[in-house]
């Protein structure tokens, strides 16, 4: 089972997500803000497959998590990005960053699940 680290200051969004991921076959490991998240991949115990985060995030940013995974022993960690900005400039600067998919909210779950199985193939 392939294990992905979901980072959402968002309760309601986290929770629901995470039950929709977990019914479709994935351990998902959630955090409410990146600080918690930029801990967890420094633990070389633990293993992700795939990092799914938000940007606006309390005590380090999405920007940081990216940042965090690109400076771990795993910077090839596939990343995706979900957030309610819509800016163009965003979009650029976290794809510049190393994310592999930039998902505007509101989004398609079933969407967000076919990124998510191509990238962890």
Known sequence: MKK???VEDDEMLLKS???YLKTNQFDVLAYDNGAD???MLSDSNSSV???ITDLNLPFA???QVIQAVKNSSRPDLPIIVLTASGIESTE???LDLGADEFISKPFS???LLKRI???VK
Do not use: H, M, T
Request: no cysteine.
């Open 117 to 119: 199985q191509k990238l």
């Open 109 to 111: 779950p079933a969407i």
């Open 49 to 51: 497959d795939l990092v």
């Open 37 to 39: 998240a930029i801990e």
């Open 4 to 6: 992905l680290l979901l």
């Open 61 to 63: 940013g999405g920007q």
């Open 17 to 19: 997500l995470s039950f």
């Open 92 to 94: 650029l600067e976290v």
